[in-house]
């Protein structure tokens, strides 16, 4: 159970709109046995380059974030090239969590080498958490050469702890094995507003838009329950901001909104946010602390869900899974498409969508046996012709 301070806001207005406190990590929260103190909002780094990145880097440090969260594929290594530089002198200071795939036939030495690349390039000796980075097969965590890979790099020193991430349509099966055979000790998973009725109902009885997800709530207490820590991720269902500005006030945007939701459900420890510049950061950091909802919560999830009930695919769920006669990966193909329009980032997107076994080429023409294979209203064909015609574009 998070433990805390705050009353839900880091940073509240007064009438006269001038902030009455400064932005910064009001609560932490022990991250299951690891014993890893972290801050309940954590700084992602899968957008982390460019100009500006090291500042925002050292923002949310001045802040209180000191724990961060990259991979060895996010912009091609650049985030944990800027994640080193940034955090130069202040090693001892903060938490690095990093992740890399590692498939069903995936051996020590190619796992051994990617960890040696991503603390050359992070510049230290050793990373607190390492992740199997989108797990969403139940075949990868029975991949021996993970275990002895990791028992080894804990031997030396190298990691202290291991976990899985995951926010594909098989996550329930995979977080499954993961607890029972005592697998991990950290997971990282997909988890937000749009997937538990049964919080909403604790601030209003009007959420008709509410994707049914009884199993991921289940599986995060059974986690939870036997010591495993709990990072959210995914947190922002999509992250249209802009969407939502005229629909905010102070102390009460969107994001906000979306991170108390998460943070006050007592299924996560902590959650971690893609962060890029120092204004973000403060916005963020305003639901630090946060002990309940702001009364102006409920209106803006239930607009921003209405806004996206046709496009959001759910994490976790996979329903629609069966449909498909050529074997695509729907849920993911859609995901890809969110981080191209949603995020605003395409080079991501055409980068995950390369390396699917199967695309969506088959459903240019298919007659779409799918489109209505969603029990919560996604346009599946529409979505998975748009995403293959956007992330195949030369």
Excluded at 117 to 122: F, V
Excluded at 192 to 201: E, I, V, Y
Aim: glycine share 10%.
């Amino acid at each position: 159970m998070l433990g805390g301070l705050g009353l839900g806001l880091a940073s509240t207005s007064s009438a006269s709109g001038v902030p009455d406190a400064e932005p910064i990590v009001r609560r932490r929260a022990t991250l299951g046995r690891t014993g890893l103190e972290v801050p309940d909002i954590g700084f992602g780094t899968s957008r982390l380059s460019g100009d500006g990145a090291e500042d925002a880097v050292r923002h949310a440090l001045d802040r209180g974030i000191d724990y961060f969260d990259t991979a060895e594929s996010y912009q091609g290594g650049e985030a944990e090239q800027v994640l080193g530089r940034a955090l130069a002198g202040r090693r001892d200071d903060v938490m690095i969590a990093s992740k890399v795939k590692c498939g069903e036939r995936t051996r020590v030495s190619e796992l051994r080498a990617s960890l040696e690349a991503t603390l050359k390039r992070l510049r230290t000796d050793r990373v607190e958490i390492y992740f199997n980075h989108a797990v969403n097969d139940t075949d990868r965590l029975r991949n021996d050469a993970w275990y002895e890979f990791a028992d080894r790099a804990k031997q030396e020193g190298l990691i202290r702890f291991t976990g899985m991430s995951g926010h594909g349509g098989r996550l329930v099966p995979c977080l499954d094995l993961a607890i029972d055979e005592n697998l991990v000790d950290v997971v990282l998973v997909g988890f937000n507003f749009g997937q538990d009725p049964a919080f909403h109902q604790r601030f209003t009885s009007a959420f008709d838009f509410v994707a049914v997800q009884p199993d991921l709530p289940r599986v995060l207490r059974k986690a939870r329950a036997a010591g495993i820590g709990v990072v959210a991720m995914k947190t922002l269902r999509g992250a249209r901001l802009n969407d939502m500005r005229p629909y905010e006030t102070a102390g009460a945007t969107f994001a906000q909104a979306a991170f108390r939701w998460t943070l006050t459900s007592d299924l996560v420890d902590s959650l971690v946010v893609t962060m890029k510049e120092p204004s973000q950061i403060d916005e963020y950091l305003g639901a630090s602390g946060a002990t309940g909802p702001n009364p102006a919560d409920a209106a803006l999830l239930r607009r921003y869900a209405n806004a996206t009930e046709r496009s959001q695919c759910r994490y976790g769920c996979n329903d629609c899974a069966p449909a498909c006669p050529e074997g695509v990966p729907i849920s993911d193909v859609l995901r890809m498409r969110m981080y191209a329009d949603d995020y605003g980032d395409p080079a991501l997107a055409r980068g995950e969508y390369a390396a699917l076994p199967v695309d969506a080429t088959a459903c240019v023409g298919c007659p779409a046996p799918c489109h209505s294979a969603c029990p919560h209203g996604v346009e599946i064909p529409g979505l998975t012709r748009r995403a293959h015609h956007l992330l195949t574009r030369s």
